[in-house]
């Protein structure tokens, strides 16, 4: 997409990050907690079509060189709209529409579909962050310019990275996510001890429902997977999503499935369940990401309607997982408040804003505050009914404590 250079440093923009070598990244990405900045990650969004422009998604990746090493780079990609980015900006669009000015097309910085937090720009570690801040924000800002986009915003921040952004003028915005966090458990039943008497019972009573309906869950990590099971995955994926019709988180082509099994297969956790009369056969799975101590919960899907596979493939299981693995978080995706029954608290997510027209700008900056405070709100009432024993209160559906039924979420979250 073309390079110049500065006093010190080549930029160069590619179009695609197969151009981009994958050491050079991986090299600026591997150390971060996340997987989701990765190579062979964004790579298998690109070649699958899942991420192009056809989808609305124009890749845009920004690069720095000191001479012939990468010490920078920026994943960022070109909107024609919102969908994919689990961030929901629709008001905006239409304030800056009242405005008379286009909303569309757009700069973002995500992992593409990935509603996961942890985007940042990726820095060699020996290198002056604080100069090359200053000339990656420089550089984006006039490439927006140059194409005449509306602006930057980057999704899904790493909360440390979002506070340098903020200094730098960007706005933060402020959204709920939910997280899992491993307070030293031992052991399952450690988890369990947590929760009030009713909520307890009712966790126990879901999970024994596998075995009474002769289903056995299964964890399934890295090589272990059989290649044979990423085309199964896609097909749960879409028979999900198929449920939810225009509602549907449906962004991801069956190849982007199949391609990860050569070579990102390393940060693949699966948990397969099987009836105990066909042990290889799997009648639903969860697809999860594995880094460190992060476990990431992305898609899940079945071939029929079982009861309490859901709760066993998405929640129970993977957290069992996880504390025999020492996994210290455990972020199971954006969507069902039913996350809160199973322990997973609301946490604050955030995005970062700038819009190169400053009436659009000083409207967001006027109502920022009032709507992160909304955000606030929303997140400390959320917590609140957490069914823990001690410290919260819960606002129980029933006099049992226990939730009515419940369609389950959407294939793109868990």
Same mark, same amino acid.
């Given at each position: 997409?073309?390079?110049?250079?500065?006093?010190?440093?080549?930029?160069?923009?590619?179009?695609?990050?197969?151009?981009?070598?994958?050491?050079?990244?991986?090299?600026?990405?591997?150390?971060?907690?996340?997987?989701?900045?990765?190579?062979?990650?964004?790579?298998?969004?690109?070649?699958?079509?899942?991420?192009?422009?056809?989808?609305?998604?124009?890749?845009?990746?920004?690069?720095?060189?000191?001479?012939?090493?990468?010490?920078?780079?920026?994943?960022?990609?070109?909107?024609?709209?919102?969908?994919?980015e689990?961030?929901?900006?629709?008001?905006?669009?239409?304030?800056?529409?009242?405005?008379?000015?286009?909303?569309?097309?757009?700069?973002?910085?995500?992992?593409?579909?990935?509603?996961?937090?942890?985007?940042?720009?990726?820095?060699?570690p020996?290198?002056?962050?604080?100069?090359? #801040?200053? @000339?990656?924000?420089?550089?984006?800002? $006039?490439?927006?310019?140059?194409? /005449?986009?509306? !602006?930057? +915003? *980057?999704?899904?921040?790493?909360?440390?990275?979002?506070?340098?952004?903020?200094?730098?003028?960007?706005?933060?915005w402020?959204?709920?996510?939910?997280?899992?966090?491993?307070?030293?458990?031992?052991?399952?039943?450690?988890?369990?001890?947590?929760?009030?008497?009713?909520?307890?019972?009712?966790?126990k009573?879901?999970?024994?429902?596998?075995?009474?309906?002769?289903?056995?869950?299964?964890?399934i990590?890295?090589?272990?997977?059989?290649?044979?099971?990423?085309?199964?995955?896609?097909?749960?994926?879409d028979?999900?999503?198929?449920?939810f019709?225009?509602?549907?988180?449906?962004?991801?082509?069956?190849?982007?499935?199949?391609?990860l099994?050569?070579?990102?297969? #390393?940060? @693949?956790?699966?948990?397969?369940?099987? $009836?105990?009369?066909?042990?290889? /056969?799997?009648? !639903?799975? +969860? *697809?999860?990401?594995?880094?460190?101590?992060?476990?990431?919960?992305?898609?899940?899907?079945?071939?029929?309607s079982?009861e309490?596979?859901y709760?066993?493939?998405?929640?129970?299981r993977?957290?069992?997982?996880?504390?025999?693995?020492?996994?210290?978080?455990?972020?199971?995706?954006?969507?069902?408040?039913?996350?809160?029954?199973?322990?997973?608290?609301?946490?604050?997510?955030?995005?970062?804003?700038?819009?190169?027209?400053?009436?659009?700008?000083?409207v967001?900056?006027?109502?920022?505050?009032?709507?992160n405070?909304?955000?606030?709100?929303?997140?400390?009432a959320?917590?609140?009914?957490?069914?823990?024993?001690?410290?919260?209160?819960?606002?129980?559906?029933?006099?049992?404590?226990?939730?009515?039924?419940?369609?389950?979420p959407?294939?793109?979250?868990?």
């Amino acid at each position: 997409m073309g390079s110049h250079t500065t006093r010190t440093y080549t930029v160069t923009w590619f179009d695609k990050i197969g151009d981009i070598d994958e050491r050079a990244w991986n090299a600026l990405a591997e150390p971060l907690p996340t997987p989701i900045l990765e190579w062979e990650w964004l790579r298998q969004m690109e070649i699958s079509q899942s991420i192009c422009p056809a989808t609305g998604w124009t890749p845009a990746h920004l690069t720095i060189w000191s001479g012939t090493t990468l010490v920078a780079a920026a994943p960022l990609y070109v909107k024609g709209h919102s969908a994919g980015e689990f961030v929901y900006d629709y008001a905006w669009a239409d304030v800056s529409r009242q405005l008379g000015m286009r909303y569309y097309p757009k700069l973002v910085g995500m992992s593409p579909a990935t509603p996961s937090v942890g985007y940042r720009f990726l820095l060699a570690p020996d290198e002056d962050e604080d100069a090359l #801040h200053e @000339l990656m924000l420089a550089e984006i800002e $006039r490439f927006c310019e140059r194409n /005449r986009l509306s !602006g930057c +915003s *980057f999704n899904f921040v790493d909360p440390e990275w979002q506070a340098g952004l903020v200094r730098r003028g960007y706005t933060s915005w402020t959204h709920q996510s939910y997280e899992w966090h491993n307070r030293g458990f031992g052991t399952f039943d450690d988890y369990l001890g947590v929760f009030n008497k009713n909520q307890r019972r009712n966790i126990k009573r879901e999970r024994a429902s596998m075995e009474e309906q002769g289903i056995i869950l299964k964890p399934i990590r890295g090589e272990e997977i059989p290649k044979s099971y990423l085309p199964v995955m896609y097909q749960f994926y879409d028979r999900t999503n198929a449920q939810f019709g225009p509602w549907a988180a449906r962004f991801l082509t069956k190849e982007f499935f199949h391609g990860l099994a050569d070579r990102f297969r #390393h940060r @693949l956790l699966f948990v397969a369940a099987y $009836r105990d009369r066909h042990p290889d /056969r799997p009648i !639903g799975m +969860s *697809f999860l990401l594995a880094k460190g101590d992060q476990l990431i919960g992305r898609y899940w899907g079945t071939s029929g309607s079982t009861e309490n596979l859901y709760f066993n493939t998405c929640y129970y299981r993977p957290i069992e997982w996880a504390i025999e693995n020492g996994v210290r978080t455990f972020d199971p995706g954006a969507g069902s408040p039913l996350k809160i029954r199973r322990g997973f608290e609301a946490v604050h997510n955030y995005s970062l804003h700038h819009f190169l027209d400053r009436r659009m700008q000083k409207v967001m900056d006027a109502y920022i505050g009032e709507i992160n405070e909304m955000e606030q709100e929303q997140i400390d009432a959320m917590n609140a009914r957490l069914p823990f024993a001690k410290g919260r209160s819960l606002l129980d559906s029933t006099s049992e404590g226990e939730m009515p039924p419940a369609a389950e979420p959407s294939g793109e979250e868990q």
